[in-house]
């Protein structure tokens, strides 16, 4: 199971793009980068999810060099509600039914008025 | 996106009570569903892995008879957390995979389990 290491914690302000980058040096071929946010007292909401390059959706893009080592997610123009929890995780999606996704810290990201 | 619901958000019972928490996919059928433990501050704990129809695996560490899960149907899986005590209090999370979905699970919004 790949191991991820992120930054414990990071500040922004309003208005900013937000880049928080993740470890995975020892990512496996079948492995997959997902990122989901966390709210205090919530469950986790995902927000992306790749295996390569880059991907983006309608909140967020994760971009992923060549050896796919790392990953880093960037928040464009970050708003007050996007303090929160990142995590970033990496898993077979081909693992089977009791495949394990190993949570670290993650990042908390405070967005300064 | 897929919806999970879990009940009840918040649950404040007497040390030696058993709580019961559910956790169900409101639009889709999920054969696993996964329950976490959450300290404050702290990460996500997997305790257990929850399969219909199969018994659960659980962690390392994870009392089977003090946390018992039952996923008697594709749509819904509890845990009752058995003879509460102090220590048992936490966030409890459950999480549901649904077919096809790689590693995009989806969430419920948690149960604030207080035990006096």
């Known amino acids: 199971l790949a191991k991820t290491t992120q930054p414990i914690s990071m500040d922004s302000y309003e208005g900013q793009e937000v880049n928080i980058t993740c470890s995975h040096n020892?990512?496996?071929?079948?492995?997959?980068i997902t990122w989901y946010q966390q709210f205090p007292s919530q469950g986790p909401r995902f927000i992306i999810q790749g295996y390569k390059t880059k991907v983006t959706n309608e909140v967020a893009s994760l971009f992923i060099p060549a050896d796919r080592k790392s990953s880093t997610l960037s928040l464009p123009r970050v708003s007050l509600s996007d303090t929160a929890v990142y995590y970033c995780?990496?898993?077979?999606?081909?693992?089977?039914?009791?495949?394990?996704?190993?949570w670290g810290l993650g990042t908390s990201l405070a967005v300064n008025p | 996106g897929a919806v999970v619901s879990q009940h009840p958000s918040r649950v404040i019972c007497k040390s030696g009570t058993s709580v019961k928490i559910e956790c169900r996919s409101l639009d889709f059928q999920a054969t696993t569903m996964f329950w976490y433990r959450q300290f404050p501050k702290q990460s996500l704990m997997l305790m257990a892995t929850?399969?219909?129809?199969?018994?659960?695996?659980?962690e390392q560490g994870v009392e089977k008879d003090k946390f018992l899960i039952n996923h008697a149907s594709l749509t819904l899986s509890t845990l009752t957390v058995t003879s509460a005590h102090p220590e048992d209090s936490s966030f409890y999370i459950c999480?549901?995979?649904?077919?096809?979905?790689?590693?995009?699970?989806?969430f419920g919004s948690g149960t604030q389990l207080s035990v006096l």
């Open positions: 999480s549901a995979l649904p077919e096809g979905a790689g590693e995009k699970l989806f």
């Open positions: 020892n990512i496996a071929t079948n492995d997959y």
């Open positions: 929850s399969n219909e129809g199969s018994k659960a695996t659980y």
């Open positions: 995780l990496v898993g077979d999606m081909w693992a089977g039914n009791n495949r394990k996704l190993i």
